[in-house]
């Protein structure tokens, strides 16, 4: 009985010098994450006014302004038609991964030069495209009509192509990071698997189509799912190269959100606007999650 009760203080104390240890990172989230949340839920039910300091509740009636603006819904549009650029940019990604996977004289020279867009700076990334993008003197208007003797289409000035042009930029700068993430995935696939594939007579699409693509799932669920939370929350490409865009051809969400909160100066419909985005990516993350499970590979079987 003695030995038992030692052994009860000891995990006693264990356990308390565990909570201990992690104590400061609950802290972090209840005052830094949960504190602030609850603040945002009662602020978007005020008219809280930055400039003249004023906090009147209101109930839900912002969220009824937003939900019957078309303006929102014209930003959630873009939003969304902005994020074809996630599958392209998959694409692309396992294309040049598969690539650089193979015994290749400078590989290496290649993955840095592929991934150099995602570690630089988006401000730099966006006024140098901002230039290549440009009408009258952009880089990409002068090839386009040296190789092609046809005058380019005004990237940033027309709202049918807008969007394309964010696309662009989107795949080109998204693609190095993706593509070390399919690396990676590549890599950890058991080399015993293409051998059977082998033995089996088959040949290289057969160990693309029954093992590559398959053992890739879980990678492709975490692009997937971190790429289309980073879509619903684009913000920095727009607001830099074209601002709203014509005939708001280029307001995303967050950009709505900065509109109501920065520009109309009422942060009670902002925080109402960030509360629908919050909700419309927990729901569309759990729906992924849930459907995961009939395509994502598990590890049995």
Known sequence: MEKKGKGNRLKRSERRAGMLFIAPIYLQ???FFLFFMA????MSLTDWNIL????NFIGFENFKQILTDPLFWKSLWNTLYLMLGIPIGMLFAMMAALALNRRMVGKTVYRVILY???VSSTV???LLWRWIYNAEYGVLNMLIE???GVKGPNWLGDPDVVKISLIILGVWRGMGNTMLLFLAGLQNIPKEYYEVVDVSGGNAWHKLTYVTLPMMSPTYFYVIITGV???LQAFGDQFIITGLGPEHSAMTVVYYLWEKGFAEYNMGAACAVAWV???FIFVITLIQFKTSKSWVYDGNG
């Open 52 to 55: 003249e300091g004023t906090q």
């Open 277 to 279: 985005l919050s909700i």
């Open 124 to 126: 730099a990334i966006a």
């Open 29 to 31: 989230f209840i005052v």
């Open 146 to 148: 040296q190789f092609f």
């Open 229 to 231: 939370i980073g879509g």
């Open 116 to 118: 150099l867009p995602a």
């Open 39 to 42: 603040y945002s839920l009662y």
